[in-house]
């Protein structure tokens, strides 16, 4: 960032604390129970000074998943890129609820393309979707994934597979995310291996036609 | 319904006929596009007088959800209840993004202990769960799926994949629902026949350890 530069700099550090201390707040609080006046409050700042930071709540909180993204990424997922650091991710999202339901209720305001989370989800789902296909053809590599395997559709499951049981483990805590998404790569391994010319497999498959 | 009798009859098919039109009027224009203005001008009400049947927004929309789940069940699943049914109603869906919007809008705010949605959603999805489960086991029952099913976790995943892909799906209209969940089912099924005693999988296995 050029504004890390010069006279921006303390500005520049001084969003970061916001950011820092926004996550922290929506953690603990739940992104419905944040207020702006609290996350100022914490940052020594006015409800007013805040906004000199960031144009708009949504501004803040956009910047808040991004800031979130960056973290997760750096501890759990680089330069590793596997499917087993994207389970450490959920792992951890169990520990921070707040910040899984600012993500459930961000991604479903990204949904009606004015939000101005539309973009920034978009782009969060291209990219996560790059990374599960290198997780999967670093499977594939390295043997525990066999031939067959529908890469693009795969990727796509295992994201709509992980947002949807944040909702229900957000419904019911006694969901186990990272349980159910163990279960779907093995599905996947299994089709990743089946010989579709087995008498078995083409007897089964008759049921679709 | 026992207000269908008597005197209170007439205020029961007024609430059916603001139901359908409410249907309607977010299937057109989306859930963040209606007012209760439009709603009650279709309706032939003021918007005071809708709110006589309906103590707020909010129960209107939860009861537009419950009426749509009605409709749905009555037209693409009952009495089949098998996974065909359920993807009739994926495939149904994306005809009516604005009645997916509101799906995604109020199952998010509902995992929000205090939103009026909250306890309809944990009802939806114990009796989408119950489907699922028997979807699999008459799949199994006809030889489509072989044994080896974890079916509850089966059931999870089906459903946190059909709310994520959905939410893919306003994103990008492009993502093919129903195309993903036939992947998924055929996952499923290539696990279900899974010899987990064969070389190969058990080397595959060894991975996970």
Redesign the interface.
Known sequence: MSKARGPYSKGVAKREEILRVALEVVSEN???NTLNRDIAERAGLSPTGLMHYFGSKEELFIEVLRARDRHDVATFWDPRRDFRGFLDVIAHNATVPGLV?LY??Y??????G?HPA?SF??ER?ERTRSFMREAIQK?QY?????PNV?TE??A??I???????Q??W???PS?DMV??LE??W??????S??DEKSP??Q??QA?RQ
Chains 1, 2 share one sequence.
């Open positions: 739940g992104y419905h339901q459930i209720e991604s479903a305001e990204a949904s009606f004015k539309h989800f978009i789902h499977a390295a043997g525990e994934l066999g529908q559709e795969a796509n499951l994201i709509a597979s992980a947002d949807g049981l909702q229900q957000l419904l019911d969901v349980a159910h279960r779907l093995d599905l996947i391994r299994a089709g291996w089946a078995l497999v007897e089964a049921f």
